[in-house]
């Protein structure tokens, strides 16, 4: 069974904290993706990587990084998180050049104060 | 203009009712176009794939894409409660196992 676990289902932070949010994959995916999800305006893909220590730029990376350092593992990083920034965060994984292989995590709510 | 437009809803049924669910999209270069389930505080999940044009069928749910018009459709026969949940279109131009690009979502609930 495929499984893509993420470290928390529920964070609350302080504006300015640094906050990480880890996801692990078991399938040996290659692909990697973050997403957040806001009512109203559906998954928006923060960033992605095709492979270990590679990162692209999704379409709203400001105010996030991410670190690949194993095949199973991506982490998203919010440097000084913002209220801007609570939101559902979704993490995924697919295969290479398989698009209805895309899996998802159940989720992270993240609440800002 | 979002490239691709999805009604919110939120949209109520009664049980057994045939639903039809909505996506249009803008980019001509979409070729593979999935939906997905999502219920309440779970992640999404892939319930349907389609690539290019054309009808698929599983079971209750029938995924049609009319790429002359830019419309793809899912449609549920005898509506379940369990069926309640957020139904998510999503595409891609490539197979790369690459981006999707997502719908809003539509909320579905279906009345026992």
């Known amino acids: 069974d495929v499984k893509v676990t993420q470290s928390s289902r529920y964070l609350v932070k302080r504006t300015g904290e640094k906050v990480f949010l880890e996801c692990v994959q078991d399938m040996d995916h290659e692909n990697m993706f973050w997403y957040r999800q806001d009512p109203g305006l559906g998954l928006r893909l923060i960033y992605f990587s095709y492979d270990v220590k590679m990162k692209e730029k999704g379409d709203i990376p400001e105010g996030y990084s991410v670190s690949r350092e194993k095949k199973e593992r991506f982490s998203l990083i919010l440097e000084s998180a913002s209220t801007n920034q609570t939101s559902m965060y979704l993490c995924a994984s697919s295969l290479p050049r398989q698009v209805e292989t895309q899996y998802f995590g159940p989720g992270t709510r993240l609440l800002v104060l | 203009q979002k490239e691709v437009e999805q009604d919110p809803g939120p949209l109520s049924v009664p049980e057994g009712a045939i639903v039809s669910l909505n996506c249009t999209y803008s980019?001509?270069?979409?070729?593979?176009f999935m939906w997905y389930r999502q219920y309440s505080r779970k992640g999404p999940e892939l319930l349907m794939y389609t690539y290019s044009s054309g009808n698929k069928e599983d079971g209750r749910f029938t995924a049609q894409v009319d790429k002359s018009s830019k419309y793809i459709s899912l449609f549920i026969r005898d509506s379940q409660p369990s069926d309640s949940a957020t139904y998510l279109c999503?595409?891609?131009?490539?197979?790369?196992?690459?981006?999707?690009?997502f719908g809003q979502g539509t909320e579905l609930s279906v009345k026992p």
């Open positions: 999503a595409m891609s131009p490539y197979n790369q196992g690459g981006k999707l690009i």
């Open positions: 980019n001509s270069a979409f070729q593979y």
